[in-house]
């Protein structure tokens, strides 16, 4: 069973990066439809990006040029490298994981579709 797990979440100045990883364990993540998706106070959970198997990754447009998507074969681990950060990017992160095939939709369907989630991990952005 596919069981996503963040980790690397904290307290960071604006402007300031961070680096979030989501280590698969008991799964090949190359096989599934990665994504990072972020749900702040009040708000509802949004997509930030994902990747498919060959490593393509697709961003949404308020993160576009500051976060990027990559995976470690050899480790088995997804990161989500956020750099440039604004206090609007704080939120909760999640790793998610659906069919390969979802992927094309997985930014833009319901998060409640999305079968397998992290636990995730807490972003803050503030001087």
């Known amino acids: 069973q596919v069981q996503p797990e963040e980790s690397g979440g904290e307290s960071v100045p604006p402007g300031g990066s961070l680096r979030l990883s989501c280590p698969a364990s008991g799964y090949k993540y190359f096989k599934y439809c990665m994504g990072w998706f972020r749900q702040a106070p009040g708000k509802e959970r949004e997509g930030v990006g994902v990747i498919d198997s060959d490593g393509t990754a697709t961003y949404a447009d308020s993160v576009k040029g500051r976060f990027t998507i990559s995976q470690d074969n050899a480790k088995n681990t997804l990161y989500l490298q956020m750099d440039s950060l604004k206090p609007e990017d704080t939120a909760m992160y999640y790793c998610?994981?659906?069919?390969?095939?979802?992927?094309?939709?997985?930014?833009?369907?319901?998060?409640?579709?999305?079968?397998?989630w992290g636990q995730g991990t807490q972003v803050t952005v503030s001087s």
């Open positions: 998610a994981a659906d069919h390969l095939l979802l992927c094309p939709l997985m930014l833009t369907i319901s998060p409640s579709d999305i079968n397998s």
